[in-house]
């Protein structure tokens, strides 16, 4: 079994930046492809980066390209998402997920395990 939990939400304002980080626990992520996914209110969950289990791979949708970056860390069993240039229409709750060995997928359902997840709010 996989523990993931996510903690650096928070309230920004239009432009700003926030680290969200992922915390692993139960067994190390090293195998894991890990991705994060983000849910507003009412809408279903979207995928917003991806980051292979060997570090070497990333993937990131056209609506936070050039605004996102994940990256891991295999010593602290860590995985981040940093955000820059922040919308209002990047509020969501954000979670962390991970899914043994295989490649970077934007499907949730390819996900096995799950944080409980973080507010993001962005005001404009």
């Known amino acids: 079994q996989v523990q993931l939990v996510e903690s650096g939400g928070g309230l920004v304002q239009a432009g700003g930046s926030l680290s969200l980080f992922c915390a692993a626990s139960?067994?190390?992520?090293?195998?894991?492809?890990m991705g994060w996914f983000r849910q507003a209110p009412g809408k279903e969950r979207e995928f917003v980066a991806g980051?292979?289990?060997?570090?070497?791979?990333?993937y990131y949708p056209d609506s936070v390209k050039g605004r996102f970056t994940v990256s891991r860390d295999y010593a602290k069993n860590t995985v981040a998402l940093q955000m820059n240039s922040l919308k209002p229409e990047d509020t969501a709750v954000y979670y962390c997920?991970?899914?043994?060995?295989?490649?970077?997928?934007?499907?949730?359902?390819?996900?096995?395990?799950w944080g409980q997840g973080t507010q993001v709010t962005v005001s404009s």
């Open positions: 139960g067994r190390t992520v090293s195998s894991y492809t």
């Open positions: 980051i292979s289990w060997t570090g070497e791979r990333t």
């Open positions: 997920a991970a899914r043994f060995g295989a490649p970077i997928s934007h499907l949730a359902v390819d996900y096995t395990y």
